[in-house]
């Protein structure tokens, strides 16, 4: 019921920083509990911040920390990942997920995008 499409990824330096955005669309989409998760190769899957649909409960991976910040507009359709003092650790596909129950697994998400490519490097 929701389709998904993020964009914003590419190449940064090191400290430096990037906005990711997933622009939603759907009969119900506002409605969803988003998620954004990385996919670096040979790595699994990992959270790194999720946002409930009314946008007051957050969630940020350890790694990710002070250091991201995830937002929505509803009004939009759109969540947003702000992403600053980038490392070579951060590089991974970044995925935005959108589910019913605002977890913090991969699990819990029933709607992903394509990804985007962020790479961070020195």
């Known amino acids: 019921q929701v389709q998904l499409v993020e964009s914003g990824g590419g190449l940064v330096q090191v400290g430096g920083s990037l906005r990711l955005s997933c622009a939603a669309s759907g009969r119900t989409s506002s409605s969803y509990h988003m998620g954004w998760f990385r996919q670096a190769p040979g790595k699994e899957r990992e959270i790194v911040a999720t946002?409930?649909?009314?946008?007051?409960?957050?969630y940020y991976s350890q790694s990710v920390k002070g250091r991201f910040t995830i937002s929505r507009d509803n009004a939009k359709n759109t969540v947003y990942l702000q992403m600053d003092s980038l490392k070579p650790e951060d590089t991974a596909v970044y995925l935005c997920?959108?589910?019913?129950?605002?977890?913090?697994?991969?699990?819990?998400?029933?709607?992903w995008g394509q990804g985007t490519q962020v790479t961070v490097s020195s």
């Open positions: 946002i409930s649909s009314s946008g007051i409960n957050f």
């Open positions: 997920a959108a589910g019913g129950f605002h977890g913090i697994n991969a699990r819990n998400y029933d709607f």
